[in-house]
């Protein structure tokens, strides 16, 4: 079970875009701090494919983990109406190989964070 499977909401912005939970949230700034270089790719591939599939990133980042046998149930967050809409929608949003293999090119393994 992915938690914060759209990293904190990084997944469904620019890099330097930031929102106010990214701007007061002290702990969640610790989380991406070692590895920013690495998830900006990831972030501006997640944007990339978005765009040309007319979606937005949210769709694609969830749909992403949803193609994944091991994924069983990714645990989201949903703070508007418009978070509900996008993992609904995910569900039957389908990539190709081809699709998986582009967003997943740029991806750097991560050591768990977030526990002490």
Known sequence: MPWSPLARGRLTRDWDESSARSETNEFGKTLYAKTAEADRKVVERVAEVA????????????????????????????????????????????????????????????????FA
Do not use: F, M
């Not at 389908?94 to 768990?112: F, I, S």
């Open 51 to 114: 765009s040309r599939r007319g979606v937005p990133r949210a769709q694609v980042a969830l749909a992403l983990l949803l193609h994944k046998p091991v994924v069983t149930a990714p645990i989201i967050g949903a703070s508007k109406p418009q978070h509900l809409e996008d993992a609904v929608t995910a569900l039957s949003l389908k990539l190709t190989p081809e699709g998986v293999a582009d967003l997943e090119e740029p991806y750097v393994p991560h050591a768990v964070v977030g």
